[in-house]
Nanobody
Framework: QVQLDESGGGLAQTGGSLRLSCVASGRAISLNAMGWFRRAPGKEREFVAAMRWGGGSTEYADSVKGRFIISRDIFKNAVYLQMNSLSVEDTAVYYC???????????WGQGIQVTVSP
């Protein structure tokens, strides 16, 4: 079992920036990938970004490509999401997620609110 603890987020204005952090902890952690999802009010959960732990390759949703940057700190078992050029459409609860087995998101954080004002 992997525990994921998110921090950062909060309130920003249109065009502003926020940085989310997620630290993984647990016994004998072995990760295939970590990533971020989000759920906006009245909408389904959607994929945002992910990073493979071994090779460091990244993947982004089209809606955030060019604005958001995912990064990692292997020594801290942490993943980050730098969010730039924020718009009101980015308002959502953001969830950190982890893969221990490829293609299976098995661990989830509790979620952190990101609100972007017009």
């Amino acid at each position: 079992q992997v525990q994921l603890d998110e921090s950062g987020g909060g309130l920003a204005q249109t065009g502003g920036s926020l940085r989310l952090s997620c630290v993984a902890s647990g016994r004998a952690i072995s990760l295939n990938a970590m990533g971020w999802f989000r759920r906006a009010p009245g909408k389904e959960r959607e994929f945002v970004a992910a990073m493979r732990w071994g090779g460091g390759s990244t993947e982004y949703a089209d809606s955030v490509k060019g604005r958001f940057i995912i990064s990692r700190d292997i020594f801290k078992n942490a993943v980050y999401l730098q969010m730039n050029s924020l718009s009101v459409e980015d308002t959502a609860v953001y969830y950190c997620a982890a893969q221990r087995i490829p293609r299976t998101w098995s661990s989830w954080g509790q979620g952190i609110q990101v609100t972007v004002s017009p």
